[in-house]
Structure formats: structure tokens, C-alpha cells
């Protein structure tokens, strides 16, 4: 019996598709920066989106990530997902 899970390329741009479609990358600056706000959620999102884009590129470039590249950039997600929540964006 062969193991059905992604190859670690594969899960890198599956989890970077699940963090794209989860937060608001196009809710325009104007309804994203409201008083008052915890932490600064443009430069969140901003961070957020050129993390992504580096891992894509890396990607098309074939290198291939490990466990902890994957689990990190959840991690990163996950964080910037909670700051989103709390200042009700998400």
C-alpha cells in the first residue's frame, strides 16, 4: 500500500492556495486600516502576501521545501489569521 499524501512541493502550494482563499488579500487598504486596530493589519497582509509570493517562486525555481518550511509558514499563517480576527476582518 502506497501513502496518498502530496509530495512536499505539492502540500507547499496546497497550503499556500488554503492560506490565500482564508484571508482577506482583497479587501482594499481603506476598510483594512480602522481605528482602533491591534498590531497594524495592512503590514500583516503585505508580509503575509510576499511570504507566499517567495515560497511560489522558490517553488517555480524547484526547490523543495521540508517539514519545517511547511510548518513554519502555517504557523506564520495562523498568527496573522488571529491578529485578522481580532481586529474582526476575518
Not at 499524501?5 to 479587501?27: G, N, Q, V, W, Y
Not at 498590531?39 to 515560497?55: H, N, Q
Request: neutral net charge.
Amino acid at each position: 500500500m502506497g501513502s496518498n499524501k502530496p509530495d512536499s512541493s505539492t502540500a507547499m502550494r496546497m497550503l499556500i492556495a488554503e492560506i490565500r482563499d482564508t484571508l482577506p488579500f482583497d479587501i482594499p487598504e481603506t476598510q483594512i486600516c480602522t481605528d482602533p486596530c491591534r498590531g497594524c493589519p495592512v503590514k500583516l497582509m503585505d508580509y503575509m502576501r510576499s511570504e507566499l509570493e517567495a515560497w511560489e517562486q522558490r517553488l517555480d525555481a524547484g526547490e523543495k521545501p521540508g517539514l519545517g518550511d511547511l510548518s513554519r509558514l502555517e504557523k506564520k499563517g495562523r498568527k496573522v489569521y488571529r491578529m485578522l480576527r481580532e481586529n474582526q476582518l476575518v
